[in-house]
């Protein structure tokens, strides 16, 4: 960009934008004016250089008006995306809305005035999220695929609760045997997984933590109250 460009955008486009931006664009989500004037300056800056690339003489009240429709309709500096969940021209045309998890979706007066957020709804303390069952069972197969069709026979006995002694059989070797193969499978699994692996399949999501922080201090505030 040209002095002449850095000076226009500084002293005739931006005073523009400080005025009107803030009275015709909508922030969305944690948005705030502030951000919406800065997103309509950089818009301003790539017009003017865009124009001084071409060789065209654009005045400060035409790239005023283009950036502030730019950030009315919801073009941000980090995308322009209608399609982005995120995205503010998504939000803008009632594609999608943003919600806290931590909203109150029910309550419960009978049993002492229980809530149920949004949270509570989306996701279980009994269960693993979704991505974490893919990506487990995704290890799981692969670990699976390298073994002998013996030790795989030992894994179904102890999944299905049968003896290994119905699978030795079935091989024609010993129990002592399917017993050495089941002790070297559990050493290959701990090799493969890990050992902590108890302690990550017991272990809530991470985003959990700091919803559960919040509701431990709202309920210590709450009991200092009534102190």
Known sequence: MSPRAGWLLVNEILPRLRSAVPLVAH?????????????????AARILHSAEQRGKTVSASSVAYFAIEHTRSGRRSCGNSAS????????????????SLE?????NEECGGEIWELHDVLASDQQD???T?????????????????????????????????DA???????????QGDKRKLAVRILDFIGVDILIQIRRKPNWKDSL????????????????
């Open 27 to 43: 922030c969305v989500g944690s948005e705030d004016p502030e951000e919406l004037i800065g997103d309509a300056t950089l818009h």
């Open 84 to 99: 982005d969940v995120h995205g503010a021209a998504t939000q803008l045309k009632g594609r999608s809305r943003l919600d």
């Open 103 to 107: 909203q109150v979706v029910a309550s």
């Open 129 to 131: 999220d979704v991505a």
């Open 133 to 165: 069952k893919v990506a487990r069972k995704m290890d799981w197969s692969e670990f699976v695929s390298g073994l002998s069709e013996r030790e795989r026979a030992v894994i179904d006995c102890i999944v299905e609760g049968r003896s290994l002694r």
């Open 168 to 178: 030795a059989k079935s091989f024609r070797v010993c129990d002592s045997t399917m």
């Open 212 to 227: 559960d922080a919040s509701r431990e201090r709202l309920a210590c505030r709450e009991e200092r109250r009534h102190l």
